[in-house]
């Protein structure tokens, strides 16, 4: 059984000495708790930076969701190093506070007690606070509490001026870069489902996030629920889906029919959102009532990406200068590192997206989308069942059998990638995820549950454990001289610029807005 339509693997080791170009990049969200496990009620700390102009410390949803930006780097482990730092500095300015090691959050309290991230009185520091009072209006603010990590990847240009000369192909460069990406999305979104398979590490969850609504969880403990068999309940219809949304259709079968849609989303009204309002008592509560407020609010576990100019939005950013690089959205945090992400996770990452760049990658219809969005609600809420099927070219075959496969045809671009980066990690990482389709208990989630299972204390007595061994952890390596007056002086410099930002604004709000969307 084929999985994926493999390619001439002479060609792609041809090509493989461009690999060690490959660069990526981690953006990383945790919660900022106090010791109780509650929410911090506090603003983002000023000495962080401005979460308008900081280049690595932003927010989130919340001020209480600080986001972790690391550069993108060919250096393959440099991204980790960057989230170390960033960490570190981090904690050297939250004082007793506790970054949660979790994706699903802590002790929740009430919604109105959940603080908007606010980025200053400029119109973009507006517009990005309104954008988010918007986000919680539609979807409650419980959701956008949720925090995951987000993996950035790109080839070099030595790599695709290559390949394009390979293929003989009569595009131009970038239109055939862009085809190329949007391809390795397709055959991602395809088997997406690997991701929450063995990473999804949101199997449970308080009770106090559910707020006394029927949800089909069962008791694990008093106080905790969970799916027996679930992997990611933050990838699941408790997490990162909407039933509007649901609609959208939203294709990848080129990038002109992706951006149209997304267009379509964002000029085309929704009943719900034109009865919540676009202003109450004269001020924004969101920034339209169309399906979608900008690009941003579609949730999707992947997204074609290219760095926008000032004012520029994404999908125009991408038609004029089309795909740059691709961004995975499916990650949760990983408890079990202290920076939520490890390098075992980005070995297997490459490996699996370089498989389905150089895959064969048909068009998505309408009957293959349904598969892999089943075959995909189905692994993150039972994919550690051990009778689990999963629909396969319109067959229904058991999910030991597929994932089995997959990892196997992965194995030649592990050997080229350990090759290019003289290490063992891709194979390694290969054979450990073999390992645990023989007992699914082993993976994340499985851990998970019967760890809390085996204490009887909880979701939250353990996630506060973890959270706060790696406080520890940090605490115990704070950062010092130059690499602490480089976060210094970029949270210091940050605040500046945001001051110029603001300073520099010469028109209203509703005309800055206007010229957003024309």
């Given at each position: 059984?084929?999985?994926?339509?493999?390619?001439?693997?002479?060609?792609?080791?041809?090509?493989?000495?461009?690999?060690?170009?490959?660069?990526?990049g981690?953006?990383?969200e945790s919660?900022?708790?106090?010791?109780?496990?509650?929410?911090?009620?506090d603003a983002?700390?000023?000495?962080?930076?401005?979460t308008?102009?900081?280049?690595f410390?932003?927010t989130?949803?919340?001020?209480a969701?600080?986001?972790?930006?690391?550069t993108?780097?060919?250096?393959?482990?440099k991204p980790?190093?960057?989230?170390?730092?960033i960490?570190q500095?981090?904690?050297?300015?939250?004082?007793?506070?506790?970054?949660w090691?979790m994706?699903?959050?802590?002790?929740?309290?009430?919604?109105?007690?959940i603080?908007?991230?606010?980025?200053?009185?400029?119109?973009?520091g507006q517009?990005?606070e309104?954008?988010?009072?918007?986000?919680?209006?539609r979807?409650?603010?419980f959701?956008?509490?949720?925090?995951g990590?987000h993996?950035?990847f790109?080839?070099?240009?030595?790599?695709w001026?290559?390949?394009h000369?390979?293929e003989?192909?009569?595009?131009?460069?970038?239109?055939?870069?862009?085809?190329?990406?949007m391809?390795?999305?397709?055959?991602?979104?395809r088997?997406?489902?690997?991701?929450?398979?063995?990473?999804g590490?949101?199997?449970?969850?308080?009770?106090?996030?559910?707020?006394?609504?029927?949800?089909?969880l069962?008791e694990?403990?008093?106080?905790?629920?969970?799916?027996?068999?679930?992997?990611?309940l933050r990838?699941s219809?408790?997490?990162?889906?909407?039933?509007?949304?649901?609609r959208?259709?939203?294709?990848?079968?080129?990038?002109?029919?992706?951006?149209a849609?997304?267009?379509?989303?964002?000029?085309?009204?929704?009943?719900?959102?034109s009865?919540?309002?676009?202003?109450?008592?004269?001020?924004?509560?969101?920034?339209?009532?169309?399906i979608?407020q900008?690009?941003n609010?579609?949730?999707?576990?992947?997204?074609p990406?290219?760095?926008?100019?000032?004012?520029e939005?994404?999908?125009?950013?991408l038609?004029?200068?089309g795909?740059?690089?691709?961004?995975?959205r499916a990650?949760d945090?990983?408890?079990?590192s202290?920076?939520?992400?490890?390098?075992?996770?980005?070995a297997?990452?490459?490996?699996?997206?370089?498989?389905?760049?150089?895959s064969?990658?048909d068009?998505?219809?309408?009957r293959?989308?349904?598969?892999?969005?089943e075959?995909?609600?189905?692994v993150?809420r039972?994919?550690?069942?051990?009778?689990?099927?999963?629909?396969h070219?319109?067959?229904?075959?058991?999910?030991?059998?597929?994932?089995?496969n997959?990892?196997?045809q992965?194995?030649?671009?592990?050997?080229?990638?350990d090759s290019?980066y003289?290490?063992?990690?891709?194979?390694?990482?290969?054979?450990?995820?073999?390992d645990q389709?023989?007992?699914?208990?082993?993976?994340?989630?499985?851990?998970?549950v019967s760890e809390?299972?085996?204490?009887?204390?909880?979701f939250?007595q353990?996630?506060?454990?973890?959270?706060k061994?790696?406080?520890?952890?940090f605490t115990?390596?704070?950062?010092?001289?130059?690499?602490?007056?480089?976060?210094?002086?970029?949270a210091?410099?940050?605040h500046?610029?945001?001051?110029?930002?603001?300073?520099?604004d010469?028109?209203?709000?509703?005309?800055?807005?206007?010229?957003?969307?024309?």
């Amino acid at each position: 059984m084929s999985i994926l339509d493999l390619p001439d693997l002479e060609e792609v080791k041809s090509l493989s000495h461009h690999f060690t170009g490959i660069k990526r990049g981690i953006e990383k969200e945790s919660l900022r708790i106090l010791p109780n496990g509650y929410l911090s009620p506090d603003a983002h700390p000023a000495s962080l930076g401005s979460t308008l102009t900081n280049a690595f410390i932003t927010t989130d949803y919340s001020e209480a969701l600080p986001e972790f930006i690391t550069t993108a780097s060919s250096d393959r482990l440099k991204p980790l190093k960057d989230l170390e730092e960033i960490h570190q500095f981090v904690y050297q300015n939250i004082d007793n506070e506790i970054l949660w090691a979790m994706s699903m959050p802590c002790v929740m309290g009430q919604e109105e007690d959940i603080p908007i991230a606010r980025y200053g009185s400029s119109n973009s520091g507006q517009m990005k606070e309104i954008y988010r009072l918007g986000l919680g209006y539609r979807y409650g603010r419980f959701m956008q509490t949720i925090a995951g990590v987000h993996y950035n990847f790109s080839l070099p240009q030595s790599f695709w001026t290559a390949l394009h000369e390979k293929e003989q192909s009569q595009l131009a460069l970038q239109d055939f870069i862009s085809e190329k990406y949007m391809g390795l999305i397709r055959n991602y979104l395809r088997h997406s489902w690997v991701i929450p398979l063995f990473f999804g590490a949101s199997p449970a969850l308080c009770e106090s996030f559910l707020k006394n609504k029927n949800i089909d969880l069962d008791e694990l403990v008093p106080g905790t629920r969970y799916g027996p068999y679930a992997t990611s309940l933050r990838m699941s219809d408790l997490g990162y889906q909407n039933k509007v949304q649901s609609r959208l259709n939203i294709s990848y079968n080129s990038l002109d029919e992706y951006i149209a849609g997304l267009e379509s989303a964002i000029s085309t009204a929704d009943p719900y959102y034109s009865e919540i309002g676009v202003k109450k008592d004269g001020e924004y509560i969101q920034l339209n009532d169309s399906i979608l407020q900008i690009e941003n609010e579609f949730y999707s576990s992947i997204r074609p990406k290219r760095v926008s100019q000032s004012g520029e939005r994404p999908t125009k950013a991408l038609r004029n200068r089309g795909v740059e690089y691709i961004e995975v959205r499916a990650l949760d945090l990983n408890p079990f590192s202290p920076i939520g992400i490890d390098q075992s996770q980005i070995a297997f990452m490459d490996t699996f997206l370089l498989a389905c760049l150089f895959s064969k990658s048909d068009p998505l219809y309408q009957r293959e989308t349904g598969e892999y969005q089943e075959n995909f609600r189905c692994v993150v809420r039972k994919g550690r069942h051990p009778d689990v099927c999963l629909t396969h070219r319109n067959q229904c075959v058991p999910m030991q059998d597929i994932a089995s496969n997959l990892l196997s045809q992965l194995k030649p671009f592990a050997e080229l990638l350990d090759s290019a980066y003289d290490t063992q990690d891709h194979a390694d990482i290969l054979q450990q995820l073999e390992d645990q389709v023989g007992d699914l208990n082993t993976t994340y989630s499985g851990k998970i549950v019967s760890e809390i299972e085996r204490r009887k204390d909880g979701f939250f007595q353990y996630a506060m454990g973890l959270s706060k061994s790696h406080k520890e952890y940090f605490t115990k390596r704070p950062l010092d001289g130059e690499r602490l007056a480089f976060y210094e002086n970029e949270a210091q410099d940050s605040h500046k610029r945001q001051a110029e930002i603001e300073q520099a604004d010469s028109i209203s709000f509703e005309a800055f807005l206007a010229n957003y969307y024309r």
